[in-house]
């Protein structure tokens, strides 16, 4: 079993994947994730979390057919497996119940 | 229509320097160019460029895709396969790990014999701070003084700290129940002596000055090594009281291992108890004899600056009549029992040379062992790569293999050199006090070597599959069998192991020969039965030697009652004990002794013309001198020497003594001693301090040497007497050579072993390999007998050049290594360079001639039809 921690940036991605609705590719994702976070991302950094997402089961890839827009070059596209999809939920509802416990603190 | 956007050709240029596979690397390229283009139009070509390149650059750095433990599971499933496969040849496999270790053995037991020797030192703290203080007049260089001087030096230093130390032996009993109690080296040092060395204890307290003027019992600090074997490491031996010669002495302390300050010392008692140890009576503290002197320079004072501020006080103190005055000179590499630091250095450059033969034996051994199977594995090797190994990770695989065999070997070597040391330590007279033992140094010396071992053998067929070639290894035999590079490397590893293995052998069978020879020397007389003994009775010119001419006034007639034997008398050198006095007389060299007229019976020496010495002669110390045979020859031919004077040229005591016998020729000094000159002077009652007494146990008698021993020690129960066998002597210098050839004889065979399997099986996987070529040649019409003739050749044409080039080596290496242990055999011995040869050549054939045969007679319609 592969392990199941979620980096920040890894998160970042896997949400950019889902967010551009399946079946996207690296470029789109860098675009995303660098306008998101409103910092300069590397396409070197996106194939690494790809690649680790992958190899933790949470994105699953194929071989596109080729485009023509892309000088005929196949491309490889991403889609999110309900296991990474679980997976970011999870984080986010933890994340928000840590919110949740602050803002009450903060009021009584 | 435009031509279509390209990216950067310095990024595409550089893309390829990347990690990125090259499979990926037209996505990539196209991600590239899509952001390129997208960039370009937001931002502007300049921003475009530099966000390009800082792509790139991102793709350099390699992603961390793999999971720390990866490379874990990876070499673990290396060595699992590793072993599967070893297990399928497991003979073959023995032989290298065993041949391995052998290797791995000898060459951690001499570097960890050449660390306790060298490398380690003697545990001087900031040794270049610490010289030895050298007595310098305009005529000599001496590296002792007297006390006196040693006194005033130490009063009038400023500039340094100076200390002195006086080295000897004496009985030590730890129990006093202790009857035979061996004796023990004892370094008998000024009070400043462990402040200056910088010597450290692990339990008490080293010795200070304080102790020095104390009366009373002295103190006595005990070496590691001392307290290991003679109390077990008892931590509580500290306050105990020990008997040192003649006196009773407290242990105050135990030194840190690894001080053993100088020359490989046991015990450090005070200088002041010199005189306690060695005289009954003494009548002065202090030793006569000369004291090695040495100093620590104070903080911040210079070598020059300190040397003459010594050499000042040098100056005042009396020279001997005659002498310059005194001067000083400081070396930080002499005194304390350093090695000087050219001489270490030529011993570790014979060390490592040894090694370095040894291993690359072992080394180009597995390589060969791993090449042969390679060849075979070339099949394999490719359905890896074709099924995506990469090279990398194939070449991984191979330096794992040969690694765990490494690994293997390394720990069978460990065990071989633990019980190697002792043997080599005994083998080259180790001292008592040298701790042997491995330490943290050796260990990483054995690791670093099984590393590049490892590393190298396994590299040696990673190389061998250079450029792996998916396609070849595929389709099965028959093809890809031109491949130059990886024939020249595997001739190279078979000629390496020829040429060591010559070497070798070479080696070991001029040893053996002068084995033989040294066993069939005439030494000219009976040394069986003959025995020497010395006093131990300390400082021999202590009070004009009055306790030792004593001790033998009273031991040789206590000796002459003893049934059993029959001759008994002093000399002052004893048959191969070590010394010899000699003088170059126009090219000839003439060994002389001092002895008493009983000499040359009690050794069995006959008297052929003339006479002994009288008791007159021998009390007067009369100008007369027994000649040898061959010194009569050499200076009278036929003519009788008796009654003439010696020649001028030889040198005596006497001015021109005159001959008063010839005495047959002996061999006295070493085995290989080249010269039977000799001369014999009456030893006179004054010399008789530095004499050693001599017996001959008349054939039969049984018990005699414990009877003469219960004598002595009823003489004087304190003395560390020495009762030793003149023919154990003997025998011991004859086996000298018998154990070298023994070793390198072991490791020839080892070699030769080795290398016989190398090549059977490197012939029999070329030799298959070649079954089309063979096959074709057949049907062209060439008869069997050709064929072997052709594929014998190709086999042993490597064995032949490395034949040569052992022979050249073994030349070399017998002229300068061994001719002093040769013992008139020629370093150039033909018997042993044509034995070696032919072994050799013997055993290559051997190896090759099977698999040849197997495939000269191949059937041609067979081969051929397969391919």
């Not at chain 2, 064929?787 to 080039?805: H, N």
Request: positive net charge.
């Amino acid at each position: 079993v592969k392990g199941e921690h979620l980096g920040e940036f890894e998160e970042f991605t896997l949400l950019a994947v889902r967010a551009l609705g399946d079946n996207t590719y690296a470029v789109p994702i860098q675009q995303y994730v660098e306008k998101v976070t409103a910092r300069a991302v590397s396409i070197g950094s996106v194939y690494a979390a790809l690649g680790r997402l992958e190899e933790k089961g949470f994105v699953r890839s194929t071989m596109s057919e080729a485009v023509a827009q892309r000088g005929g070059k196949s491309k490889r596209v991403y889609t999110v497996t309900p296991s990474g999809l679980r997976t970011a939920r999870d984080l986010h509802r933890v994340r928000e119940r840590i919110w949740n416990a602050i803002t009450e603190g903060g009021r009584s | 229509v435009s031509r279509p956007p390209r990216l950067p050709l310095a990024a595409r240029w550089l893309l390829r320097l990347t990690s990125v596979p090259r499979h990926a690397r037209a996505e990539v390229e196209a991600d590239l160019l899509e952001l390129f283009v997208r960039r370009r139009a937001e931002g502007g070509l300049m921003h475009a460029h530099w966000r390009a390149y800082h792509d790139v650059g991102s793709l350099c750095v390699r992603p961390a895709r793999r999971s720390r433990f990866a490379l874990l599971r990876d070499v673990i499933a290396d060595v699992r396969y590793a072993v599967r496969l070893f297990a399928r040849q497991p003979g073959i496999l023995l032989l290298t790990v065993l041949g391995l270790s052998v290797g791995l053995g000898i060459s951690t037991a001499a570097f960890s014999i050449m660390n306790s020797a060298l490398l380690r030192g003697d545990g001087i703290v900031d040794s270049d701070r610490a010289p030895g203080v050298l007595r310098t007049t305009d005529g000599s260089t001496s590296t002792v003084w007297s006390y006196d001087e040693f006194v005033r030096l130490r009063e009038g230093a400023t500039r340094m700290q100076v200390e002195g130390v006086v080295g000897d032996t004496a009985l030590v009993r730890t129990t006093a129940a202790q009857a035979d109690a061996p004796a023990a080296s004892v370094a008998f040092v000024s009070g400043g002596f462990f402040a200056a060395t910088g010597g450290r204890v692990v339990a008490g307290r080293a010795l200070e000055p304080a102790d020095e003027p104390q009366p009373g019992q002295p103190p006595v600090v005990l070496s590691f090594i001392f307290w290991t074997s003679r109390f077990n490491q008892d931590p509580g031996v500290v306050g105990r009281t020990i008997r040192v010669g003649r006196t009773d002495a407290i242990v105050v302390g135990v030194a840190e291992r690894g001080f053993s300050v100088p020359s490989n010392r046991l015990l450090w008692m005070p200088l002041t108890a010199y005189g306690a140890v060695y005289s009954a009576t003494p009548v002065r503290r202090t030793p006569e004899t000369g004291i090695q002197v040495f100093g620590r320079l104070l903080p911040g004072v210079a070598l020059s600056e300190a040397e003459a501020q010594l050499s000042g006080v040098a100056s005042t103190l009396p020279s001997t009549a005659g002498d310059s005055k005194l001067r000083v000179r400081l070396d930080p590499d002499t005194g304390l029992g350093r090695v000087s630091s050219s001489e270490s250095l030529a011993i570790a450059a014979f060390v490592f040379a040894v090694i370095a033969i040894v291993l690359l034996l072992a080394c180009a051994n597995v390589a060969t062992v791993l090449v042969s199977t390679a060849i075979t594995r070339d099949r394999e090797m490719g359905v890896r790569a074709a099924l995506g190994a990469s090279r990398r990770r194939i070449v991984r695989q191979l330096v794992t293999e040969s690694l765990a065999l490494g690994a293997a070997a390394a720990l069978i070597g460990l065990t071989f050199a633990y019980w190697a040391i002792p043997m080599i330590g005994t083998m080259i007279e180790a001292p008592d006090g040298a701790d042997l033992a491995p330490d943290f140094t050796v260990y990483v010396f054995l690791a670093v070597v099984t590393l590049v071992t490892g590393v190298g053998a396994g590299l040696a067929p990673a190389l061998h599959g250079r450029g792996v070639d998916l396609v070849t290894p595929l389709k099965g035999e028959g093809a890809g069998q031109n491949r130059l590079a990886p024939r020249r490397l595997r001739s190279m590893l078979v000629v390496t192991q020829a040429a060591a293995s010559v070497l070798l052998i070479v080696m070991a069978a001029l040893f053996v020969r002068a084995t033989f020879r040294a066993a069939a020397i005439d030494v000219g007389f009976d040394a069986a039965g003959v025995y020497s003994v010395s006093p131990g009775l300390g400082d021999p010119s202590a009070d004009d030697g009055a306790a030792i001419r004593s001790f033998w006034t009273r031991a040789v007639p206590a000796l002459q009652t003893v049934p059993g034997i029959a001759s008994v008398t002093l000399s002052e050198l004893t048959p191969f004990d070590g010394t010899s006095k000699t003088s170059m007389t126009g090219g000839r060299v003439v060994h002389f002794n001092s002895v008493r007229p009983e000499y040359f019976d009690t050794i069995g020496l006959r008297i052929l013309a003339g006479r002994t010495f009288t008791r007159d002669e021998i009390t007067a110390k009369a100008p007369v001198v027994v000649i040898s045979e061959s010194l009569a020859r050499a200076y009278w031919q036929d003519q009788s020497p008796v009654g003439q004077l010696l020649a001028r040229e030889i040198p005596g005591p006497a001015t021109r003594p005159v001959v008063i016998g010839v005495v047959e020729d002996a061999i006295t000094v070493r085995l290989d001693q080249r010269s039977t000159l000799a001369f014999y002077e009456p030893l006179d009652p004054g010399s008789e301090k530095f004499a050693q007494l001599m017996f001959r146990v008349a054939p039969g008698g049984s018990g005699v040497i414990q009877q003469a021993s219960q004598r002595l020690r009823a003489i004087d129960p304190e003395a560390d007497i020495r009762i030793t066998s003149v023919g154990g002597r003997l025998e011991q210098e004859a086996t000298r050579p018998r154990t070298l050839a023994a070793l390198t004889g072991v490791v020839g065979l080892i070699a030769i072993v080795l290398c016989v399997i190398g090549l059977y099986g490197l012939t029999a996987s070329v030799v298959g390999q070649r079954a089309r070529e063979m096959g074709v040649r057949i049907a062209l019409g060439a008869a069997p007998r050709d064929l072997l003739r052709l594929l014998m050749w190709d086999s042993l044409r490597p064995v032949v050049f490395g034949l040569v080039a052992g022979a050249g080596a073994a030349l070399l290496a017998s002229r300068v290594v061994a001719s002093a242990m040769l013992f008139g055999v020629s370093p150039q011995d033909p018997l042993a360079f044509s034995g070696a040869t032919v072994i050799l050549l013997a055993a290559a054939v051997l190896a090759v001639i099977v698999p040849t045969r197997r495939a000269a007679s191949v059937d041609a319609a067979f081969v051929l039809r397969r391919s």
